[in-house]
Nanobody
Framework: VQLVEFGGGSVQAGDSLRLSCTAS????????MGWFRQVPGKEREFVAGINWSGGSTHYADSVKGRFTISRDFAKYTVYLQMNSLKSEDTAVYYC???????????????WGRGTRVTVSS
């Protein structure tokens, strides 16, 4: 599975961005998909995840109510809609695929290369 992220950029606090992650190489239908983020000097942290069927989602407390994860099986794509962005959301965002479904950074099998999001206050 190859994962490629799109949609990062520089925005102002309060703005919105939508990240997308397109998978190729093999079917990702059976994989839980997620988004993580990382800033320099810190560990990669979980942001949002969606299970293999798309019927269950979960979020880090820091983004609940502002971010929404979804997946489009026909387009082999996972999205992260980010609203009401804050300066602390600034990070490199990584797409992840985990067939086991845990979406823990130690169990993720495939990572994208990341897309940078910068939020200015």
């Amino acid at each position: 599975v190859q994962l490629v992220e799109f949609g990062g950029g520089s925005v102002q606090a309060g703005d919105s961005l939508r990240l997308s992650c397109t998978a190729s190489g093999r079917s990702f239908v059976s994989y839980a998909m997620g988004w993580f983020r990382q800033v320099p000097g810190k560990e990669r942290e979980f942001v949002a995840g969606i299970n293999w069927s798309g019927g269950s989602t979960h979020y880090a407390d820091s983004v609940k109510g502002r971010f929404t994860i979804s997946r489009d099986f026909a387009k082999y794509t996972v999205y992260l809609q980010m609203n009401s962005l804050k300066s602390e959301d600034t990070a490199v965002y990584y797409c992840a695929a985990d067939q086991g479904g845990l979406l823990d950074s130690t169990t993720v099998e495939y990572w994208g290369r990341g897309t940078r999001v910068t939020v200015s206050s």
